[in-house]
């Protein structure tokens, strides 16, 4: 999907956005897509995607707190407590007989699935929100095409706000 693309479907739902160029990935350059409600106070946030040159779409990442709700094979990913996803995720995969992956960051998810679950501070708790990313020439894993700024902008320890 490109930049444009996305841009009309996140319009068709009522979303308005801010495009801006993030620097280059080597001789590729990435843009930096946010998506918030149009009704929403400025400054928040709902959806972010990632988007290189000729690639395309990459990485989708939404937000805990005011992001839309994103289900995965009937398992709701977004606002929870993160301890309650894992259990339903670890329960779900097992029942399946599918491979259970831990990320770098200990939470659970499916080398299939092409998401990681992450903790964001909401407040004085913390909540899950959903980062998609579709590996592909450039980045062989999943955790390859998740940018930098997603690691580094939203780690809970040490993070307040």
Known sequence: MSLAD?????????????????????PLEQVRAQFRKADACAGRVD??????????????????????????????????????????????????????EITPEGELSSPEWGMVPRAQRAGDVLLTRAVFGRPNSWANTMFDCIPADEWVGHRVVGSFG
């Open 47 to 100: 959806v972010v995607a990632y988007f290189v040159d000729s690639i395309g779409l990459t990485c989708v990442v939404v937000d805990a707190r005011t992001g839309p709700q994103v289900t995965l094979e009937g398992i709701r990913l977004v606002g929870r407590k993160p301890s309650e996803l894992a259990h339903e995720i670890s329960a779900h995969l097992e029942e399946l007989g599918k491979a259970i």
């Open 6 to 26: 996305a841009i009309a479907v996140m319009q068709a739902w009522g979303y308005t956005s801010d495009a801006s160029p993030m620097g280059n990935f080597g």
